[in-house]
């Protein structure tokens, strides 16, 4: 790699930080081709504090107290952490004034629709990874999500 490259590259990495400061991003992938074998591929990213929603406190008492409290300081570490296969707005039902897919309590099987993320003006059906019971909704209906946001607990 010519220094000029690495100058390059490393002018092209903070732009992409600034792009993500600027409009108030977590994450930013991008793949940059110079050629048949040679590319950049760069993934910034800033953490950001974790929102935890006042309807979404109804998690059950667990056995271990440390635990609880671990589950809830980074739901996205918790087992059962439905997380967001995409940047995009969150829907809760399929339209305005529908039923929620489902709530706190709901027992889902595998497959069945949790929410909807829409990306791209595509509506995507976020389905239920496996059998269980909905024990937290950590996201608001119209919410903007990022990739890898914790979206449902399954218990």
């Not at 389905?127 to 990022?146: F, N, T, Y």
């Amino acid at each position: 790699m010519t220094q000029n490259t690495r100058d390059a590259d490393v002018a092209f990495i903070q732009a992409l930080a600034e792009v993500l400061r600027e409009n108030d991003l977590t994450e930013v992938k991008v793949k940059r081709e110079y050629g048949e074998d040679d590319s950049l591929d760069v993934r910034v990213s800033r953490q950001q504090p974790q929102q935890v929603m006042a309807a979404a406190v109804a998690a059950p008492v667990a056995a271990a107290p440390a635990a609880a409290s671990a589950a809830s300081a980074d739901p996205a570490s918790d087992p059962g952490a439905v997380t967001s296969p995409m940047v995009g707005t969150i829907y809760l039902a399929a339209e305005p004034g529908a039923p929620a897919f489902v709530s706190v309590g709901t027992v889902v099987a595998e497959g069945d629709t949790l929410l909807i993320v829409e990306a791209m003006k595509t509506m995507n059906h976020i389905p239920a990874p496996r059998a269980g019971k909905v024990i937290r909704i950590l996201v608001d209906d119209g919410s903007a999500v990022e990739f890898g946001s914790p979206l449902v607990i399954l218990e």
